[in-house]
T-cell receptor
Framework: GQSLEQPSEVTAVEGAIVQINCTYQ??????LSWYQQHDGGAPTFLSY????GLEETGRFSSFLSRSDSYGYLLLQELQMKDSASYFC?????????????FGQGTTLQVKP | DVKVTQSSRYLVKRTGEKVFLECVQD?????MFWYRQDPGLGLRLIYF???????EKGDIPEGYSVSREKKERFSLILESASTNQTSMYLC????????????FGPGTRLTVL
């Protein structure tokens, strides 16, 4: 079957760095995405990796290792507003019928 | 900015009722999606559409159908609602199938009694 695994909860303090891991097992791989969802809100896109390596966008970075079927989201200089759920997602096919498969989400709690 | 709107934020229906959830996007996107979100299960794809009148089953299509008569509108239909369809329903759209970004609506929390 197809699955993505990520920790269910992570807790960190303001100003710290936190890493949220994601391992995937899918029939195809066309990129790893990360989405953020605040409580009661809509998921919003954070980052995307199609190739191995690190992508940096401000305080957030995302890493991919295709050989290990593994990626992570790195959040630096944590702020209270970063408390949210974070989902990794893999596109399983190319073309018109490619779709995203989401992990179950990681709830990040940032404490003062 | 892309805007994806859903017809209701909260909906309460009775078992056996026919339920329509509407989704509209304003950015001429080709692809539209319906997900349901349940605690501990993440987002699971119900159906998606990559063109008007085109649809494809996602991972959990049973008990649902969809309609896309116009490019901007994608409807999810529960022919006969059941209590196990109580969930948060999220609509999303993307410019193309290969687009890296999906834009989500605010969600409809459906309760089936």
């Amino acid at each position: 079957g197809q699955s993505l695994e990520q920790p269910s909860e992570v807790t960190a303090v303001e100003g710290a760095i936190v890493q949220i891991n994601c391992t995937y097992q899918t029939s195809g791989f066309y990129g790893l995405s990360w989405y953020q969802q605040h409580d009661g809100g809509a998921p919003t896109f954070l980052s995307y990796n199609a190739l191995d390596g690190l992508e940096e966008t401000g305080r957030f970075s995302s890493f991919l290792s295709r050989s290990d079927s593994y990626g992570y989201l790195l959040l630096q200089e944590l702020q209270m507003k970063d408390s949210a759920s974070y989902f990794c997602a893999v596109r399983d096919r190319g073309g018109n019928t490619g779709k995203l498969i989401f992990g179950q989400g990681t709830t990040l709690q940032v404490k003062p | 900015d892309v805007k994806v709107t859903q017809s209701s934020r909260y909906l309460v229906k009775r078992t056996g009722e026919k339920v329509f959830l509407e989704c509209v996007q304003d950015m001429d996107h080709e692809n539209m999606f319906w997900y349901r979100q349940d605690p501990g299960l993440g987002l699971r794809l119900i159906y998606f559409s990559y063109d008007v009148k085109m649809k494809e089953k996602g991972d959990i299509p049973e008990g649902y159908s969809v309609s896309r008569e116009k490019k901007e509108r994608f409807s999810l239909i529960l022919e006969s609602a059941s209590t196990n369809q109580t969930s948060m329903y999220l609509c999303a759209s993307s410019l193309l199938a290969r687009s890296r970004v999906q834009y989500f609506g605010p969600g409809t929390r459906l309760t089936v009694l």
